[in-house]
């Protein structure tokens, strides 16, 4: 299975600062890792990342579990991808 990865988001302190919400338009600091899938587009053991800060973690969540793509919630500190 593949690890899941922070994609363009980089580690945690990268060259563009901390991580932020994956949220549209939020710039706070992210604190929660949503791993997720398509499976109409992913095979089974691909991972993608979205980040949220605490005030969009359920809304994003929710977004991706209506759609039956959300694998796991997983904090941010000592996510390793």
Do not use: I, Y
Not at 37 to 43: I, M, S
């Amino acid at each position: 299975m593949d690890t899941p990865s922070l994609g363009l988001f980089g580690p945690a302190d990268g060259p563009e600062g901390p991580p932020v919400c994956s949220g549209k338009g939020c710039r706070q600091p992210a604190v929660w890792v949503l791993v997720w899938n398509n499976p109409k587009l992913h095979t089974p053991d691909r991972r993608k990342t979205w980040l949220a800060c605490d005030d969009h973690r359920e809304h994003l969540s929710q977004f991706l579990s209506v759609r039956g793509f959300l694998k796991e919630v997983l904090p941010l500190a000592g996510f390793e991808g």
